[in-house]
């Protein structure tokens, strides 16, 4: 038994059909060119021409914020790329371009209605020179475009002028406001630095004589001061007197020794008796006696004159030197109390210079912090002042200041900026048909897929058997050729 295959739903679209229908309805496709063909004629008709006109100027640096360069130079690009970025603000703002079209158009500024602004800055553009790069060149061009040549120029040239003035408004503005600053900024630093000159002289007041010796150790860093050195020399004199009473004490023990053995004298070092010289001469002369008796009593007996001469001389040297004893004695002892007196008076003056080094020391911190304060408010006075005296002398010369310089004339172009008429007829017809061939396209019916096998003869005769049923148009039957029953 045979079963019917299934109709292919899918319809295929041949290009030899798309031909005939485009053939076959020329208005589909003929009516749109023509429609945009007459829209871009009339377009092109009605469209007023525009010329761009170019004014190439050149910026510069502030003189006073002068590189390495040389004065007007920027420090590197990215400080070029702010100013021109601020130039582009400044030339596209509101008040440039109605102040320029005032000028271009010989009216007050305030009549300038802000739709005329906003068209304006609209077709105002700021441009590298060709090949370069915005912020990276110091020549820009101001570009735009208007329906008249002259105007388009006196447009340029009169942003370019406005811009000017308006920059420097702008640098006056800026170093109005740098100045009040400064000029506040040094009022502070003045008053901190009274207020700080004021503790500062209340502390060296109350310091007195020592202020010379405090500045010295303050400023040296070292404790090679007056003070110091005083203090050293004293230490010394008490060493010295210390060691002479010392020596003194023990030459009084062997004084007071001597007296009741005045021949104890002769062990005695002379380096005791440099400070008795007549004790040291009454010394050497009772060993010379001596010797001189002892050379005697060796070769005589001690009844002989010459030997009893020598014990009385020998006696005489010792009666003397015991008399010198009691001289010398009282005199160790005056010195003993004036070397007891000197150490204790070096001793209250080591005492006073030490408190005076104390008190030093102590206030030393307090007075070095007040000392670098001072200079260092001193410092920001001084600066605060010279960038005060830069920013007097900018706003002095703001108005003779130029930052944007204008480089020959204004260029304005001898032919009307975009397509011209013949060129806006050409893309009106090259659209219209493409929209028309677009519409051609979408709207070609689809051919019938062939139907294969039993179904083909299936469809075939079905379709014999509805024409053979199906009355004609003209009303008679297509079998017998009757009018059909009405």
Partial sequence: MNHPQRRQANDQLQIRDFVQHLRANPKKWFVPTAICVLLAMGYALLRSPSYEATQSVSIRNEATAASEAGLGRFRDLDDMKVSQETILEVIQSPDVIRRALATVDSVDASSINEMDVNDLRDVVKVTPPDGAELGKTEIIYIKLKAKDQARAKELTVAIAKQAQIGLRKLREAKLQGMFAELTHSAEVSEADLHVSREKLSALEVSLGGDLAELRMLDGSGTVDSDLHRRLNSIEDELRQTRETQRTNKGLLALLRAAQSDPESILATPNRLLESQPALRRLKDGLVDAQLRQSKILGSMTANHPLAAAA????????????NELVTAISGLNVELNLTDQRMKALQLERDALNARLSKLAGIRAEYSALASDVKHRTTLLEDARRQQAAARASLAGVDAANLLTMVDEARVSPRPVGPSRTMITLLGLVGGLAIGVGYTFFTTPATPAPATGNSNS??????????????????HSAASGFAPRT
Avoid: C, F
């Fill in 311 to 322: 014990n009385t001389e020998a006696e005489e040297v010792k009666r003397s030197l015991h």
């Fill in 458 to 475: 299936i469809d075939q005769g079905a379709a014999q058997v509805v024409a053979t049923t199906q009355p004609r148009t003209n009303g």
